[in-house]
């Protein structure tokens, strides 16, 4: 998929731990960083590029895909009346959907979850939230301090009290990306996505880096999400190997620990094992996937 996903790579040149108000604390060059290990490199992507050539690749390898499908029940096949060896997937319109092999990525609100451990798993609130916004770069372009975050593409932490920022760019150059991490303050109960106001979010970054400041002033809407994570299980897999668990679901970390990354390096595990089940037919192979747990 390289070449697909390359004409839609954005590629900073470094990123840089920075105080609150502006100071480098420490730089990583990734060009350097990437020769030490051939063939790999640094990019960033807009979620929706990635997905489409996901998407694309998965389709021109044969993937049919249903939207409009919620699973509700996975029954494997000595639990249900079908006796062959594998499992059913039931659809909220009562569909049933039978398959060699189920893979659950159902998100941090995992229906499948619950139903592989048979009991309530709610995701586990943090404390923190995450302000999540993009701002156009033609209005950074007007102002010198902010242009060369654009011109010169970099991934950006600012590291302050009770807070952090990460930006970047997105999109060949024309979208900013920015997170801003603080304390939680959105009803226990509620929404864990709910829509922010600028004014607030503004306020709990005054005194930061002046480019900051200027930022938060280019934002005219922003939303926010509650940051959950996910209890480690002793098993992401059903013990008949027909039914395994993939994603936030059941390893959701925090953006602080990179969780694409994350979410990358055990997809290369799963893939692996997913290969050696489809040339031999050996299901019981996905099972040391689930040791990482
Ligand atoms: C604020 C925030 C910022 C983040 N920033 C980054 C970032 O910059 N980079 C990064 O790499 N990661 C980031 N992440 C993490 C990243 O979003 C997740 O790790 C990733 O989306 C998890 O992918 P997933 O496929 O497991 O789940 P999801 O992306 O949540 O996808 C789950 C899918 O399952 C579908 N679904 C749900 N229930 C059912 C059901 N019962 N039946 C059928 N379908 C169902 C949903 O509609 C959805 O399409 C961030 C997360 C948060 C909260």
Not at 50 to 70: D, I
Not at 186 to 214: C, Q
Not at 259 to 278: A, H, P
Request: proline share 5%; hydrophobic share 40%; charged share 20%.
């Amino acid at each position: 998929m390289l070449d697909s996903l390359s004409r839609y790579a954005t590629r900073p040149k470094c990123v840089n731990m920075l105080s609150w108000k502006g100071s480098i604390i420490s730089s990583l060059d990734f060009a350097s960083s990437a020769a030490q290990y051939p063939g790999t490199f640094y990019w960033d992507f807009h979620r929706a590029d990635l997905h489409s050539c996901l998407l694309r690749r998965a389709v021109e390898l044969g993937a049919v895909v249903r939207c409009k499908a919620r699973v509700v029940d996975v029954k494997i096949d000595s639990e249900s009346t079908k006796g062959e060896d594998g499992a059913t997937v039931v659809l909220d319109g009562g569909e049933q959907i039978w398959c060699d092999l189920v893979v659950g990525a159902d998100g941090i609100n995992s229906r499948l979850r619950e139903l592989l451990l048979k009991k309530p798993d709610p995701p586990i609130p943090t404390g923190d939230l995450a302000y999540r916004l993009l701002l156009s770069t033609s209005d950074m372009l007007e102002d010198p301090s902010l242009a060369e975050l654009v011109t010169n593409p970099q991934v950006n932490y600012w590291l302050g009290p009770d807070a952090h920022a990460v930006n970047y760019v997105l999109k060949g150059g024309k979208l900013f990306n920015m997170v801003l991490l603080v304390p939680d303050d959105m009803p226990a109960d509620g929404a864990s996505t709910l829509e922010g106001n600028v004014v607030e979010m503004r306020k709990l970054y005054e005194g930061w880096d002046p480019r900051i400041e200027k930022l938060l002033g280019l934002c005219e809407s922003v939303y926010k999400w509650r940051l959950c994570i996910r209890g480690p299980m002793e098993s992401w897999s059903h013990e008949s190997g027909a039914w395994t668990m993939l994603g936030d679901a059941v390893h959701a970390t925090l953006p602080y620990l990179a969780s694409g990354w994350v979410l990358f390096t055990l997809w290369f595990s799963f893939r692996r094992s997913l290969f050696v089940y489809f040339r031999t037919g050996t299901r019981h192979i996905l099972l040391p996937y689930l040791k990482i747990s």
